[in-house]
Structure formats: C-alpha cells, structure tokens
C-alpha cells in the first residue's frame, strides 16, 4: 500500500528514523512508553514504528502531490 510513496532507501531510513523519534517522544509525553520493562520498551518500538509509517505515507502525499502539480 505504501509502496507508491516510497522515498528510496535512503529517504525512507531518514523519514522512518525521524518519524520514530517523533512517535517515541509522543508515547513519552502522554506517560507511555519510557521505562525499562518489557511492556514499555514493545510500546516505544510500536510506537517509533507507526510514527514513521505515518511520516513516510505524509511525505510520500505531498511529494506524489507537488510532483502532478507541476
């Protein structure tokens, strides 16, 4: 499904690593995530994980978007 908006390797892992840290730092703020247990650290790797998904399929719009815009 995300594959139309790919980005290539490199663009990916940028936007896959910002968009995890970005989910992580959201977990960390609403309380979840953070520790050191096993159901903190599975919550910050779901979390990293969907954050950048999100990002990725964000970024790949907009670029499919101004890329038939011009």
């Known amino acids: ?3 139309k908006f790919s ?5 990916n892992s940028i936007v896959g ?3 995890g ?3 992580g730092q959201l977990l960390g703020m609403l309380g979840l995530g ?3 247990d096993l159901g ?3 919550s910050s790797i779901a979390g990293g994980g969907v954050g950048g998904g999100v990002l990725m399929a964000i970024i790949g719009v907009i670029r499919n978007l ?3 815009s011009s």
């Open 21 to 23: 840290g970005l989910g």
């Open 34 to 36: 953070g520790g050191l």
């Open 66 to 68: 101004m890329g038939k």
């Open 17 to 19: 690593i910002l968009g």
């Open 7 to 11: 980005l290539g390797t490199v663009g």
């Open 40 to 42: 903190s650290i599975v």
């Open 1 to 3: 499904m995300l594959k």
